[in-house]
């Protein structure tokens, strides 16, 4: 079962009005948008986006009949698009949460987990041309060592690398189950005692690369001027440090101008969230406001 990590904080810190406009940019099992829609009046409006078209087809099932909702099969880097197609307006409150979902994460169709055994694919949009498998085939092993360094923070990133080249070359790396197993074999005397899987990070880099995940959330913070109407908020939740130092930088800068951060520092979860939804432990939530 998905649960909504920072849910009653997030919804607070974007003040919602009855007859206000928000948008959740990562619509995911609906959690956020749900709880935007019970704060919402009759005249107010939401607009639901998600990249993965079969998150979108749940989100609709979930809103149908509820004229106040749209649901929009969206990237970030395609909202501002959206803008001045007119088919959606400016917003008072903007909420995103870069996670994934339970359902993405255990569902094997998706090849994210190392826990399933499925297709080496891990595109959360299947318009996307380049699976993980594709993805081994492109890079050298030295692009390869680089992709698990800077998005994975792998250590050993040139050891794997050099074997998942080699051993892809001989024919062996299909599934996630192969990948899996590979890092057991060559990282597993590294990770013995540590908390994380010795695939952890190894998978984490193929699926921030394979969706441009670093891009796409550049492209939502660089939209959000135009996403955002004056006194309009934006509550980002983040998961790796990758993802929040982009964020903490992106207000930062903002904020030397006509914006306020609302978040000096992240809004954590509680320990008693953390003991009902343990996924919630690395969360990070930051706000910023728009004041002119």
């Known amino acids: 079962?998905?649960?909504?990590?920072?849910?009653k904080e997030t919804i607070q810190a974007l003040q919602v009005r009855p007859d206000g406009v928000y948008l959740d940019a990562t619509g995911g099992m609906g959690g956020h948008a749900r709880e935007l829609v019970q704060n919402l009046g009759?005249?107010?409006?939401?607009?639901?986006?998600?990249?993965?078209?079969?998150?979108?087809?749940?989100?609709?099932?979930?809103?149908?009949?509820?004229?106040?909702?749209?649901?929009?099969?969206?990237?970030?880097?395609?909202?501002?698009?959206?803008?001045?197609?007119?088919?959606?307006?400016?917003?008072?409150?903007?909420?995103?949460?870069?996670?994934?979902?339970?359902?993405?994460?255990?569902?094997?169709e998706y090849g994210f987990s190392?826990?399933?055994?499925?297709p080496l694919d891990m595109r959360l949009d299947v318009r996307r041309e380049r699976s993980a498998l594709d993805l081994i085939d492109d890079l050298s092993a030295e692009e390869l060592a680089n992709l698990f360094y800077t998005l994975g923070e792998e250590r050993y990133s040139r050891k794997i690398a050099v074997a998942l080249k080699h051993d892809y070359l001989q024919?062996?790396?299909h599934s996630t189950a192969d990948l899996r197993g590979l890092c057991e074999r060559v990282l597993g005397r590294w990770y013995r005692g540590q908390k994380i899987h010795p695939a952890t990070r190894v998978f984490q880099a193929l699926r921030i690369a394979v969706?441009?995940?670093?891009?796409?959330?550049?492209?939502?913070l660089k939209a959000l001027p135009?996403?955002?109407?004056?006194?309009?908020?934006?509550?980002?939740?983040s998961f790796h440090s990758l993802e929040d130092r982009r964020v903490k930088i992106f207000f930062r800068e903002m904020a030397k101008g006509d914006w306020k951060v609302i978040t000096k520092k992240p809004v954590t979860p509680s320990e008693e969230e953390i003991g009902n939804n343990p996924r919630s432990r690395s969360a990070k939530l930051r706000i910023i406001e728009r004041t002119f």
């Open 42 to 108: 009759k005249n107010g409006r939401l607009y639901v986006a998600d990249a993965d078209w079969r998150t979108v087809e749940k989100l609709e099932d979930i809103f149908k009949g509820d004229a106040r909702v749209c649901v929009l099969h969206a990237r970030f880097s395609e909202l501002g698009a959206l803008l001045q197609k007119k088919t959606m307006e400016p917003v008072d409150g903007l909420v995103a949460d870069l996670g994934f979902s339970s359902f993405q994460l255990e569902s094997a």
């Open 171 to 173: 024919g062996t790396i």
């Open 114 to 118: 190392f826990k399933e055994t499925a």
């Open 211 to 220: 969706n441009h995940e670093v891009q796409e959330l550049e492209a939502l």
């Open 1 to 7: 079962m998905h649960i909504s990590v920072l849910l």
């Open 226 to 237: 135009s996403l955002l109407k004056k006194g309009g908020r934006a509550a980002i939740i």
